[in-house]
């Protein structure tokens, strides 16, 4: 996301928050430290990715049979 600093954002106004308007969100920021995101309000999501963590994460190859003996215990009790 870009960032503009308070003097930049004065200046290039219009042109920053037509680009918000078409999706591309920015921060304002004073010293180098960011205060505010300008958004369009009826901003486009982004629709969510398939796969987002992969390799973030580890799912265990046995994922869908783990803990099936207790489970299994848990609703009908012990054999």
Same mark, same amino acid.
């Given at each position: 996301?870009?960032?503009?600093?308070?003097?930049?954002?004065?200046?290039?106004?219009?042109? !920053?928050?037509?680009?918000?308007?078409?999706?591309?969100?920015?921060?304002?920021?004073?010293?180098?430290?960011? !205060?505010?995101?300008?958004?369009? !309000?009826?901003?486009?999501?982004?629709?969510?990715?398939?796969?987002?963590?992969?390799? !973030?994460?580890?799912?265990?190859?046995?994922?869908?049979?783990?803990?099936?003996?207790?489970?299994?215990?848990?609703?009908?009790?012990?054999?």
């Amino acid at each position: 996301m870009h960032t503009v600093n308070i003097h930049e954002a004065k200046t290039q106004l219009s042109k !920053l928050v037509d680009q918000a308007a078409k999706g591309k969100p920015f921060v304002i920021a004073k010293a180098g430290k960011p !205060l505010v995101k300008v958004v369009a !309000l009826d901003a486009p999501r982004k629709p969510k990715r398939i796969g987002a963590l992969e390799g !973030l994460i580890d799912v265990p190859d046995d994922f869908d049979t783990m803990f099936q003996e207790e489970i299994i215990r848990m609703f009908y009790g012990e054999p």
